[in-house]
C-alpha cells in the first residue's frame, strides 16, 4: 500500500483555492478512479495521465489506483489536475522522491505525448500559491501570465519529464523571472475631447470615472458607445501592481 500527496489549485471565479491530491495505489484488480466532485473533463484526465506516464517511458501500476481531490465538496473542473495527478502517482509507485512536493503546487493539462499544455486563470492560483509561500510548477505556456507577479517563486517546464528530472534533483528547472513591465498598462491615445456632441454621455463617464461607478451603455448600434467606451480609460489614472494583477486575473479567467 502506498499513498503520496501533491498539492494543487482550482478555479472558483477569481479564487484559487487549495487542492490536496492523494493518490492511493493499493492491491486488487487494476482499476483507476477519481473521486472528490469531479466534473467530466477531470475524470478523463485519467486516460491523459495514462498516456502521458508510458510514452514518457515510466511504469503505469497495474494496481488499484484511487485519486481523492480533496475538499470532496469543491467543484474540481478542466485539465488543471492532469500533472498533479501524474506527480502522485509516480510518488505513490517510488519512481520519484517525495521530499520536494511538501513545498511545492502543481498545475498543468497533460498531453498523451507528456507534453504541458496551459490552463485557465493560473494568475489566481500564482497569487494563492505566493501566500502559501510553496513554489509553483507550471506549463511553459502559462510563464508569460505568472511572470506578472514580483514574487512568486514559479518553474515552467514543457514536459513531465522536465518535472521529474526537477524533482529527481538530476536538472533543475530555472525559477522564473517576473517581467518588469508586465504590470503596466498601455497609455491610450484616445481623448473623449475628440467626440463631437454627445455631451449628456461623456458627462456620464467623467462622472463614473471620478467616482468610481459602474457604467452600463444602452442603445442602438450606431450611436457611439463603442467610441465613447474606447476614451474612458483616457480618464482613469494610472493602475497600481495591485490593480493591475487584479484585473489581469479576471482578464485569465476568459483567455488560455
Known sequence: MSLAVVFSRAQVGVQAPQVTVEVHLANGLPRFSIVGLAETAVKESKDRVRGALLTSRFEFPARRITVNLAPADLPKEGGRFDLPIAVGILAASHQIPTDKLDGLEFLGELALTGDLRPVRAVLTAAIACQRARRGLIIASGNAREVALIKQVKAFPAGHLLEVTAHLNGTAPLREMKASSSGTDAPVSNLDL????????????????????????????????????????????????????????????????
Open 193 to 256: 475631447k475628440e467626440v463631437k456632441g454627445q455631451a449628456f454621455a461623456k458627462r456620464a463617464l467623467e462622472v463614473a470615472a471620478a467616482g468610481g461607478h459602474s457604467l452600463l451603455m444602452i442603445g442602438p448600434p450606431g450611436t457611439g458607445k463603442s467610441m465613447l467606451a474606447a476614451r474612458l480609460a483616457g480618464l482613469l489614472p494610472k493602475l497600481t501592481d495591485d490593480e493591475a494583477i487584479e484585473t489581469a486575473a479576471i482578464r485569465s479567467l476568459m483567455h488560455n
